[in-house]
C-alpha cells in the first residue's frame, strides 16, 4: 500500500494532469483492465466529497478503475456512517490517506450560510441533517466581520467545514485515533477551485522534514 505522502504526491500529479487536460494512459486503460479488479481491490487514497455533479472525484484527480474509495455526500459532511465507511477502508484495504474534498460555490454550505443569515423553516428533516452538521463550521464565521463581506465568507466558510469535517474524522472513532497515533492514517483537508479546476490541500499537511 502506498504511503500517506506518496498518496498525496499521486493524487497532486493527477489534478495537474486535469487541469492541464490531459489523461494518464493507466487511467485510459484500467476499464480495459476490469477483470484484474474482480478478485480485490488496494485504493490508496480515501476522498470524503461533495455530491456536486461538477467535482467527480475520479475525474479531477485523473484516476482510474479501483484507485479511489469513494464517499460522496451534500457538503462532504461527516455522520456515522462516513466514519464507519472510512474505518472499513482503512481495515480492509489498509488504505492511509484519507482526503476531505471541499469545494468552492458549494450549494450544501451556501445553504447553510443562508439558513443562518435567514432561518426558515421550509427544509425537511433529513437536509436539515446535513444543514446541521455544517451549521457550526460557519456559525462562528458570521460573528466577525466577514458577515458583511458574502463572497470571502462564502470562501472561508467551505474551508471551515473542511476543517470540521477532517476534524471529525480524526477524532470520530477509536479505531481511527489509533491508526492516526501509529502513523497508519493521514486526515487531510482539500478544496477543489471550480474556476480552475486546481485542488489545493490546506489542512493537516505533515510538515517537512
Ligand atoms: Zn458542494
Redesign the pocket.
Known sequence: MLSAIDALERLHEGNRRFVSGVRSLETLTSQTRRSEFISGQKPFAVILG?S?SRVPVELVFDQGLGDLFVIRV??NVVAPSQIGSVEFAAAQFGTQLVVVLG?TR????QSTVDELLQPGENQSRNLRSIVDRIRPAVAGLLETDLGRDPDTLARQAVRANVRVSANSLRHGSPILEELIQGGKLLVVGAEYALETGQVEFFDGLPTPG
Open positions: 461533495c456536486d451534500a457538503g469545494h458549494c450549494s450544501a454550505v
